[in-house]
């Protein structure tokens, strides 16, 4: 089972990357994805999930910034991210629910992808 990301890099504050998740060789059920981050010595914490029937949830730190989204057709989970900051830099993480996991957004997430790396210059 394999989740997938892409779409970090290096971007000036204020502007926009978008994260992909490619959920192509996953074969287990789920009924959440979300996406993480961890910045330099924090821990992971969820910013945004989305249920199989479209229910999102934010974090405060990115609600009105950041969206999540899921293209069935692709099989591709992503995150859209406006207007980034400073203290957006950390490595994303994609997620899929299983149990017993991490709890965000009324989900659990348990199986992960292996990241990629988001830096915003001041």
């Known amino acids: 089972a394999q989740l997938v990301e892409s779409g970090g890099g290096s971007v000036q504050s204020g502007g926009s990357l978008r994260l992909s998740c490619a959920l192509s060789g996953y074969t287990e059920s789920w009924s959440c994805l979300g996406w993480f981050r961890q910045a330099p010595g924090k821990e992971r914490v969820g910013i945004a999930s989305?249920?199989?029937?479209?229910?999102?949830a934010y974090a405060d730190s990115v609600r009105g910034r950041f969206a999540i989204s899921f293209d069935n057709a692709k099989n591709t989970l992503y995150l859209e991210m406006n207007n980034l900051e400073f203290e957006d830099t950390a490595v994303y993480f994609c997620?899929?629910?299983?149990?017993?996991?991490?709890?965000?957004?009324?989900?659990?997430?348990?199986?992960w992808g292996q990241g990629t790396q988001v830096t915003v210059n001041p």
């Open positions: 997620a899929a629910s299983g149990f017993p996991g991490v709890v965000f957004g009324g989900c659990e997430f348990k199986n």
């Open positions: 989305i249920t199989a029937t479209e229910r999102t």
